[in-house]
């Protein structure tokens, strides 16, 4: 089966630029996660969802992040405008009940670098 | 509030054990610790409900101490596949936002040498 997939892997662009990553979860997982990972900051969460419903946002930093599901099989984070201190690896992770009490599957990541 | 983990880091050489910490300011109702290697994603450990049993497969193991708000990682008889970065992540009991989410410790990366 195929596990949590992402894209890009990699994006590099230059401040000012919109970026949109985005989330395929594992099929028939109810919720949904985006982290972010920084050497200063580690693994903190953004936001995650529950059968496509946004529930907690408070991790993110500003106005400027804004997350997104559609439908059960799709997700988008989308930064705008975009910012040096925005480059990290953000990971996208799924599980099947609740976050805190089930095994979260991470996605690979996408590698974004800001100019 | 982010778990601590201690200690920020750990060299061995194969064969020997590790324990690894994490302390909570709040009260514990679940832990989960995955292992992150170089560039790749965080991977699960095993996760551990308050009220539940010591876990462990092969030679890892953990332990969750309710009155210390703490759990801790064994490794033992550490390989040279065990080398990564190790996180724990706490758990909130149903109700309210926090229920669905972990909030995942700094990490502790783990050195193996041959």
């Known amino acids: 089966d195929a596990g949590v997939i992402q894209s890009p892997r990699h994006e590099v662009t230059e401040m000012g630029q919109e970026v949109t990553l985005r989330c395929k979860p594992i099929?028939?997982?109810?919720?949904l996660f985006w982290y972010r990972q920084t050497m200063m900051r580690g693994l903190e969460l953004l936001i995650y969802?529950?059968?496509?419903?946004?529930?907690?946002d408070s991790g993110m930093p500003e106005d400027r992040f804004s997350a997104k599901m559609p439908n059960a099989s799709f997700s988008t984070l989308k930064i705008q405008p975009s910012e040096p201190r925005d480059s990290a690896v953000y990971f996208c992770a799924s599980s099947l009940g609740a976050g805190s009490y089930n095994e979260q599957f991470f996605g690979p990541g996408t590698r974004l670098t800001v100019l | 509030q982010q778990p601590v983990q201690s200690p920020q880091a750990v060299i061995l050489r194969e064969g020997e054990d590790a324990v690894i910490n994490c302390s909570s300011s709040?009260?514990?109702?679940?832990v989960h610790w995955y292992r992150q290697k170089h560039g790749e994603a965080p991977v699960f450990l095993m996760i551990l409900l308050k009220g539940g049993e010591q876990k462990g497969h092969d030679k890892i193991s953990a332990s969750f101490n309710e009155k210390k708000q703490q759990s801790s990682l064994y490794l033992t008889a550490s390989q040279l596949s065990y080398s990564g970065t190790y996180f724990c992540?706490?758990?909130?009991?149903?109700?309210?936002?926090?229920?669905?989410?972990?909030?995942f410790g700094q990490g502790t990366i783990l050195t193996v040498h041959p």
């Open positions: 992540g706490t758990g909130r009991p149903a109700g309210g936002t926090s229920y669905g989410k972990l909030t």
């Open positions: 709040k009260a514990l109702y679940s």
């Open positions: 969802f529950n059968n496509n419903v946004p529930i907690d």
């Open positions: 099929s028939g997982h109810d919720y």
